[in-house]
């Protein structure tokens, strides 16, 4: 008997993709998530134009990685993070 279940060597991440937003408009998950959040206090983002200084480079993927912790840090900190 092994003691670990056999991994795939191939994943197609776009199948599971689909399947995970599939799943998420069935249970309305999004919506349920709004409105769970709607009466927290707001935290208001204002994000600039993508590449305001050229074509993009491996720079803005750092800067695009930074603010997505960062409010994924306000939103697990209770706060009702607003995109504009």
Excluded: Q, S
């Excluded at 590449?51 to 997505?68: E, M, Q, Y």
């Amino acid at each position: 008997m092994a003691l670990f279940k056999e991994v795939k060597t191939f994943v197609h991440l776009p199948k599971i993709e689909e399947n995970i937003l599939k799943f998420w408009e069935k249970e309305k998950v999004f919506h349920k998530l709004r409105e769970d959040r709607k009466d927290l206090k707001k935290y208001i983002f204002l994000e600039g134009p993508p590449t305001a200084n050229g074509l993009p480079h491996v720079g803005h993927v750092l800067t695009r990685c930074l603010k997505d912790l960062y409010l994924r840090y306000k939103t697990m900190n209770g706060l009702y993070v607003c995109f504009h």
